[in-house]
């Protein structure tokens, strides 16, 4: 039996429905802010679709969890969040985006509204899925550049053995002007606002590393 949500199957839609109360059709964005999603997922409005995914599982939860611990003390001493599920709204590109993890101030955190402005954000990082790596690589990566986020860390578990990339100095037009990438098992620093060392070899099950 094939596990759905372990495959990170999303699905998508480009048709604008009708409102119930008016008949009219909605705009994609009045769409995205009235959906209901599922139990289990989360909705995002990228590149003029509204995308649904799985809330992640096992090896994704488990690098979450190592990363959590690993920037917990950091962020204790600078006042910040290190959390999930929170909606990052991207003016350049007009989208809304679910990151797997973000770095925010608590500040932020504490205001009350639901999306967060990818002004506030320190860092933001994607855990790839097949279905989402497409999108995490390309059209994320280009989006948070344009929004201004300070760093994006990848983690794809689907290159090679898995990799790590931290991205770094937007430049205003779509790109990171810096990046490193390492294999699974080395440590890689993540830049300034955060000045973090990661371990990587946290990211690897016990059974793989034997």
Same mark, same amino acid.
């Given at each position: 039996?094939?596990?759905?949500?372990?495959?990170?199957?999303?699905?998508?839609?480009?048709?604008?429905?009708?409102?119930?109360?008016?008949?009219?059709?909605?705009?994609?964005r009045?769409?995205?802010e009235?959906?209901?999603t599922?139990?289990?997922?989360?909705a995002?409005?990228?590149?003029?679709?509204?995308?649904?995914s799985?809330?992640?599982?096992?090896?994704?939860?488990?690098i979450?969890g190592?990363?959590?611990t690993?920037?917990?003390?950091?962020?204790? =001493?600078?006042?910040?969040?290190? #959390?999930?599920?929170?909606?990052? %709204?991207l003016p350049?590109? &007009?989208?809304?985006a !679910?990151p797997?993890?973000?770095?925010?101030?608590?500040?932020a955190?504490?205001s009350?509204?639901?999306?967060?402005?990818?002004?506030?954000?320190?860092?933001?990082?994607?855990?790839?899925?097949?279905?989402?790596?497409?999108?995490?690589?390309?059209?994320?990566?280009?989006?948070?550049?344009?929004?201004?986020?300070?760093?994006?860390?990848?983690?794809?578990?689907?290159?090679?053995e898995?990799t790590?990339?931290?991205?770094?100095?937007?430049?205003?037009?779509? =790109?990171?002007?810096?990046?490193? #990438?390492?294999?699974?098992?080395r %440590?890689?620093t993540?830049? &300034?606002p955060?000045g !973090?060392?990661?371990?990587?070899?946290r990211?690897?099950?016990?059974s793989?590393?034997d």
């Amino acid at each position: 039996m094939v596990d759905l949500a372990e495959r990170g199957t999303a699905l998508v839609t480009t048709e604008f429905p009708y409102s119930l109360d008016t008949g009219a059709v909605m705009t994609l964005r009045e769409a995205w802010e009235q959906l209901e999603t599922p139990p289990g997922y989360r909705a995002e409005m990228l590149r003029g679709e509204i995308i649904l995914s799985p809330t992640p599982i096992d090896k994704h939860n488990r690098i979450f969890g190592s990363l959590v611990t690993r920037l917990a003390a950091k962020a204790e =001493a600078e006042d910040w969040s290190v #959390t999930n599920t929170q909606t990052i %709204s991207l003016p350049a590109t &007009d989208e809304e985006a !679910v990151p797997d993890l973000i770095v925010i101030p608590q500040e932020a955190m504490d205001s009350g509204e639901w999306r967060k402005s990818a002004e506030e954000v320190l860092l933001i990082c994607e855990i790839t899925s097949p279905s989402t790596r497409t999108r995490d690589r390309e059209y994320k990566l280009k989006s948070y550049a344009l929004a201004g986020i300070p760093l994006y860390l990848i983690v794809d578990l689907y290159d090679h053995e898995g990799t790590v990339t931290v991205y770094s100095e937007p430049d205003g037009e779509g =790109a990171y002007i810096e990046h490193q #990438t390492v294999g699974f098992g080395r %440590s890689i620093t993540l830049p &300034d606002p955060i000045g !973090v060392e990661i371990d990587t070899s946290r990211f690897v099950p016990k059974s793989r590393k034997d």
